[in-house]
């Protein structure tokens, strides 16, 4: 079997891995394949060594097939197409007790702070895992992950049919919110400066807005019919986007903070007294989040297949993370775990 390993500064090396034999709750998986998203590339970058500790393997959007059970697992068999929710909760502190078990006080993330997906197998908690419907394919599978992201923003924004919705940033996550709340009926603009993410949403049905050189809040205005927008979503994670979001939301519209920001951005408080606005913190997902994006993808409301834009080897992971680093990768690159 084969595994990727980051030895830190944007290096990775492909070695000879072994299969972990499952403890009685855990099940061993046969990798299929791993999505690469913004986290890994912060991992790339060096930002995150203090909890990957290098050498380590990394990647958490994955889809896989069960090869081994735990002796005391129920629910699941060997063969069942899977894929995993890469939170690793204590189960005791304050917030897994009050039920709000993945922003676990002592929380790790599979893939990051443990060991991650990208070998052929992988050991994990069956706790962690969800069964995927016969029609849909492991390929597909491996946007589950990003697309339960996405249902947990929308479910904690509120958003309603007949909404208006501005997506500030459309990467792969603010493409997926912008089609769940289009999926749910809502009328969703995204305001993407990359001309080849304003198409992909285009093509997808949803309205697109290019930021550079142009006035966004006046266009949402005219939009809105001056009312501003019921729910923004800040997904580029910029200061710009930050400025941006209090001056296009309504009378007491809610802004979702989806973007992790790497520095303490000012806000205008002024704006949230004047207009009663709420800000929404928004991170990861709760095991309903995959279970509806399961659903989503099943049904054909949301058609994930377009955001796959390059399939490669494992053996391809340095050259997958150099061309992701350099905004060639496209929307979504999966890598192909198996032999």
């Known amino acids: 079997?084969?595994?990727?390993?980051?030895?830190?500064?944007?290096?990775?090396?492909?070695?000879?891995?072994?299969?972990?034999?499952?403890?009685?709750?855990?099940?061993t998986l046969r990798v299929a394949y791993v999505g690469l998203c913004g986290t890994d590339l912060h991992i790339y970058h060096g930002k995150m060594d203090h909890r990957v500790h290098p050498p380590g393997i990394i990647g958490h959007e994955m889809s896989g097939t069960v090869a081994v059970l735990g002796e005391s697992v129920k629910g699941f068999a060997v063969g069942d197409?899977?894929?995993?929710?890469?939170?690793?909760?204590?189960?005791?502190?304050?917030?897994?007790?009050?039920?709000?078990?993945?922003?676990?006080?002592?929380?790790?993330?599979?893939?990051?702070?443990?060991?991650?997906?990208?070998?052929?197998?992988?050991?994990?908690?069956?706790?962690?895992?969800?069964?995927?419907?016969?029609n849909v394919d492991l390929k597909r599978g491996a946007l589950v992950e990003p697309l339960a992201v996405a249902c947990h923003d929308v479910a904690r924004s509120r958003l309603r049919a007949g909404e208006r919705a501005v997506v500030l940033g459309g990467g792969p996550i603010g493409q997926l919110i912008a089609l769940v709340g289009k999926a749910l009926g809502a009328h969703v603009l995204v305001s993407e400066p990359h001309a080849l993410r304003r198409t992909y949403a285009a093509d997808a049905?949803?309205?697109?807005?290019?930021?550079?050189?142009?006035?966004?809040?006046e266009h949402v205005e005219a939009w809105t019919g001056s009312k501003g927008a019921d729910v923004v979503f800040e997904v580029a994670g910029v200061p710009q986007t930050v400025q941006m979001m209090t001056k296009i939301a309504a009378v007491r519209g809610r802004i979702c903070m989806v973007a992790i920001h790497s520095s303490q951005p000012p806000v205008d408080l002024f704006r949230f007294f004047w207009r009663e606005l709420e800000l929404l913190g928004a991170r990861v997902y709760q095991a309903e989040d995959f279970d509806r994006a399961i659903e989503l993808i099943a049904s054909g409301q949301i058609p994930v297949d377009p955001l796959i834009t390059s399939v490669r080897p494992l053996a391809d992971v340095q050259r997958a993370f150099e061309m992701l680093d350099t905004g060639q990768a496209g929307m979504k690159t999966l890598l192909e775990c198996r032999a």
């Open 81 to 134: 197409n899977v894929v995993v929710r890469p939170l690793d909760y204590c189960g005791s502190c304050p917030a897994c007790t009050a039920g709000h078990s993945h922003v676990c006080h002592r929380l790790k993330f599979m893939g990051v702070d443990s060991t991650g997906a990208l070998q052929s197998y992988w050991t994990v908690k069956a706790r962690s895992l969800h069964r995927l419907p016969d």
């Open 205 to 217: 049905g949803i309205e697109v807005f290019d930021p550079t050189g142009a006035n966004l809040a």
């Open 1 to 27: 079997m084969q595994k990727a390993e980051y030895l830190g500064n944007r290096r990775f090396e492909i070695g000879v891995g072994h299969m972990a034999q499952p403890a009685p709750d855990e099940v």
